[in-house]
């Protein structure tokens, strides 16, 4: 099957395997040839693991130091005349370059907020490493079904007390646009909280520690975003903003939870980056393509890969593991909230316009990294050409 992208609003319907596979090769090279980051966790679970952020945080302990990964995800396999999700192609592609290095890589496949799941990954923990040592928490989903009670919950992404009205980017027609968006009620915040606020990961951790299987010393962190005033209204201030402040609670709680292991529990604030979650949100697609021409001019850019990468070198791994505070909070957005690179955001933002918009700001390589997650736009991989849609894992766990 050939295999172009077809785009709708913030998703790509269509996604390639042999790009998805040099996605993740690209991302794996990199890593290799930075300096080896030494002591790092040899046991590392990733609760979102393909695609994003997740994805990368299994190439980085990989392909640095060794270490053993599962990654836990929900994505759809291929089907007749249909491609996988880009998530379930990264997947695959990750654990076949980690086994032919002769590293250890499983992937679990299935509902993560489920009860199902947890006790499927708690069963290969035990069976195949006894314990875990770091935990990464970076699950996005819009909707989530209550292990216990039953109930759907759905999130929703907007303001809370007032209408929102500012810039925004219509994709699909490459405009700047003036967006509108009605305030949430209770009943929407709530549910934003329940889906993409601390629970679950609350409910991982007690499960595996319940087992006794969490490692002396564990460390689990979760992924965030606060980024700057202009974003605010719908984000730091709206429902995913009420939504990251339970996840900082749930951090808290977690810590006081395995203090009898000596455990800890941190928040990583990442810089933004272009993405299908973040695609969803009004005002952050603009505001990410004037980013992305802002930092490359002032040498500061950097893509997942790299973010991670500094992550896990100057805060989970090695020395700096045993080192730090007692700060909830990592920040690893410094680079994007720089004076300098806020100072320069904010002249561009009232000025831009459809007729400017590709001067201004990086918008069409923010288009291209858009389909970069689909396994589109890359060099070398024939995209004319008949392309198996079956890559498949034969040991992966649903």
Known sequence: MIIQPKVRGFVCITAHPKGCEQHVLEEIDFVKNQKPIAGGPGRVLVIGGSTGYGLSSRIVPTFSWGAKTIGVFFERPPATERPATAGWYNSVAFKNAAEKHGYYARNVNGDAFSDEIKTKVGDLIENDWGQVDLIVYSLASPRRKHPKTGVVYASEIKPIGNVFKGKSIDTDRDMVIDASIEPATPEEIAGTVKVMGGEDWEMWIEYLHKRGLLAKGIRTVAYSYEGPNVTWPVYKNGTIGKAKEDLERAGRAITEHTRDIDGRAFVSFNKAVVSQASAAIPVVPLYNSILLKVMQEHGVHEDIIQQIFRLFADHLAGAKRA???????????????????????????????????RDLSGFDAYKREFLR?????????AYDADVDLYVDDPDMIS
């Open 323 to 357: 080192e730090q505070s007692d700060a909830l909070r990592i920040r690893i957005d410094d680079l994007e909230l720089r004076p300098d690179v806020q100072k320069a955001v904010a002249e561009i933002w009232p000025r831009i316009t459809t007729e400017n918009l």
């Open 373 to 381: 997650l689909f396994g589109f736009e890359y060099d070398g991989v």
